[in-house]
């Protein structure tokens, strides 16, 4: 089961899904600025919640429970980063009405199995160097390598029973969401392609995508990222 917290106050309401072994600080960046409330999940084995249930980790129990809170606070719009992205996918496809704005950051898999390089990549992500290879350099990240890393070795479950995942089962189902899908893909980001990124938003009948020549957009293009949501949430 998911927790959330809530910031602001207000209409709209937005969902937000961090990605897999996202750091409490790295869950609230979709978030900062969007106006209305912000209802930021945190999903189990992540922070303070207890460890997930044996066999938790499939994109339809994710999204079965990402629906669930957000038909809780009534949410319109959603945000979901990489898993998170997944979830919301899973979502539009069975519910193609049930959010008048999606944006979807990172996907990492559409409709088809990752490659087994980009799953051996996966798996050797509890691995502070191998995290510091994917990141770029000249930012001040403080402990945000150890943290992810620490993250990520309480998900080792979670990463065996997901490398081999994909949220949907044909794309064409995508074709009958009615939101608006923002789409944000990374340029050198082995975990997220950005080829998943263009097929994630050609598959949305009303998808729209931007690509950041960046392997970690949310680091070194997090202002640009923001005002894009920003942007979005007001149209």
């Known amino acids: 089961m998911v927790s959330w ?24 960046i979709p978030a900062s600025g969007l106006p209305g409330t912000r209802i930021v999940l945190t999903l189990p084995s992540h922070g303070d919640e207890p460890d997930a249930a044996e066999g938790y980790w499939s994109y339809q129990r994710i999204a079965d429970d990402v629906l669930r809170v957000a038909d809780e606070v009534k949410a319109q719009k959603a945000i979901g980063v ?28 559409l409709d088809q199995p990752r490659s087994a390089e980009v799953q051996s990549v996966l798996h050797k992500q509890t691995s502070e160097d191998e995290i510091a290879k994917t990141l770029p350099d000249g930012y001040a990240l403080g402990d945000y ?35 608006p899908t923002l789409v944000i893909g990374a340029v050198g980001d082995p975990l997220h392609p950005a080829g998943i990124a263009e097929a994630t938003a050609a598959a949305f009948g009303k998808g729209e995508l931007e690509l950041f020549d960046s392997p970690a957009p949310m680091i070194t293009h997090r202002a640009q990222l923001r005002e894009l949501l920003q942007v979005a949430w007001q149209a």
Do not use: C
């Not at 917290?5 to 609230?28: D, F």
């Not at 997944?86 to 898999?109: H, K, Q, S, Y």
């Not at 390598?145 to 994909?166: E, H, M, N, P, Y």
């Open 5 to 28: 917290q809530a910031y602001g106050s207000g209409a709209p309401v937005t969902i937000v899904v961090p990605g897999l072994g996202a750091t409490p600080g790295e869950a609230r």
């Open 82 to 109: 990489s898993l998170g992205a997944g979830a919301l996918t899973r979502i539009a496809a069975e519910n193609p009405d049930r959010f008048d704005r999606i944006a979807l950051l990172l996907p990492a898999v």
């Open 145 to 179: 390598v150890q943290a992810r890393a620490k993250a990520l070795r309480r998900l080792t479950a979670a990463i065996d029973q997901l490398s081999g995942q994909f949220p949907i089962a044909d794309r064409e189902a995508l074709r009958h969401v009615t939101a």
